[in-house]
């Protein structure tokens, strides 16, 4: 199982961006795929989530509006769009997935959010 996030980096406030989370050694349609965010200092949260088979997605109150999960089974991708940053959308993003054999996190991509 391989989990790789990728995307993050310095970007400026109001700005989008995007994350992608690329997957392999499981059957990625059913697996459910989430994002997590740790900042420094505070504990991990989870930001949204994507379902596997029904494509259903869930978000964080704090990140409603903002923040889009969504999945290309075909590319066994899935993407986090960050719109109009804050700088407390500062954090190391974390890809997590479920499957029927168990539970994997990837190795986190970090987005820093400065003028």
């Known amino acids: 199982v391989q989990i790789v996030e990728s995307g993050g980096g310095l970007v400026q406030p109001g700005r989008s961006l995007r994350l992608s989370c690329s997957v392999s050694g499981f059957a990625f349609n059913s697996a459910s795929i989430s994002w997590y965010r740790q900042a420094s200092g505070k504990e991990r949260e989870l930001v949204a989530q994507i379902i596997g088979g029904n494509g259903r997605t869930d978000y964080a109150d704090s990140v409603k509006g903002r923040f889009t999960i969504s999945r290309d089974n075909a590319k066994n991708t899935v993407y986090l769009l960050i719109d109009s940053l804050k700088p407390e959308d500062a954090a190391t993003y974390y890809c997590?997935?479920?499957?029927?054999?168990?539970?994997?996190w990837g190795q986190g991509t970090q987005v820093t959010v400065s003028s």
């Open positions: 997590y997935a479920v499957t029927i054999w168990g539970a994997y």
